[in-house]
């Protein structure tokens, strides 16, 4: 009974605990190196049971301390353990910074296709895997509630929400939510824009830079010259923005963009 307590006061600390950590802590309790199944079934089974630990999904659970009966599980903890090798992305990322316009209940977690998982509910919050070759560039660990969580940089953020506003709630939510997102390097932003060698990606940084620079003050000390930078590389066919959706051309950046579009951008 002793172990089993104080393994409780110490993930009472945590909010999410994996399995390796409990056998980790119990086996430091014990001071010996006791196999997995045996600490699961004498000591974290019965904790289970008394309702002190909530089962995620395999290997992963939410720590609800005595007393505190309405504890729920945070989305962001959640994230960073469900693979090692990932990072947050989309509209959770624009919630971490506190600049999402609204309140998601969809967490995107990205990793490598070899790292996929099954997407999953847990506490009213869905957990979807995006797959990306790359989880390296533009990303940064924060330091939440005592733990590692790895996150994209504002400049990533705003490339991949530009170029899936689908994941960041659509165009509306989008805008709404980067016309907020101060703090940008808009010459990281750029160049790394350029590297991705995208037209249709190219031409929808430019045009929303611009945008933004006309109505947002977090975006009107953006240079002229950063812009044209982006600009002068637009080539080939007119696009549409939106995919089937009919609007005015824009030709600057080669781009049919709704008649509606910059109405998202009211109240920024």
Not at 137 to 160: A, M, S
Not at 206 to 225: A, M
């Amino acid at each position: 009974m002793a172990v089993q307590q104080r393994l409780l006061e110490k993930i009472a600390e945590k909010n999410v605990v994996t399995s390796d950590e409990m056998s980790d802590i119990a086996r430091s309790i014990l001071n010996q190196d006791t196999e997995k199944s045996y600490i699961y079934r004498k000591f974290v089974y019965p904790l289970l049971k008394k309702g002190y630990l909530q089962r995620i999904r395999r290997n992963l659970y939410h720590v609800t301390p005595p007393g505190k009966k309405n504890s729920q599980a945070d989305r962001f903890l959640v994230a960073s353990r469900l693979k090692e090798d990932y990072y947050i992305g989309f509209h959770a990322v624009l919630e971490f910074y506190g600049k999402a316009y609204s309140y998601y209940n969809n967490v995107h977690i990205c990793v490598k296709p070899r790292n996929r998982f099954t997407r999953f509910t847990y506490d009213n919050v869905t957990y979807t895997p995006y797959l990306t070759e790359d989880t390296v560039t533009q990303t940064t660990t924060h330091l939440y509630r005592g733990e590692p969580v790895r996150v994209c940089t504002k400049e990533r953020l705003y490339l991949e929400c530009v170029k899936h506003p689908d994941n960041a709630g659509g165009w509306e939510e989008t805008l709404k939510s980067l016309g907020s997102l101060g703090g940008i390097d808009f010459d990281t932003l750029i160049d790394y824009t350029i590297q991705q060698d995208t037209q249709a990606l190219l031409r929808r940084i430019g045009l929303t830079l611009e945008l933004f620079q006309r109505e947002s003050v977090f975006y009107q000390h953006i240079d002229e010259e950063k812009i044209k930078k982006l600009s002068s590389r637009v080539k080939g066919n007119n696009q549409y923005l939106v995919r089937g959706t009919r609007g005015t051309l824009n030709e600057k950046w080669r781009l049919y963009v709704p008649n509606d579009f910059t109405e998202y951008l009211r109240g920024i």
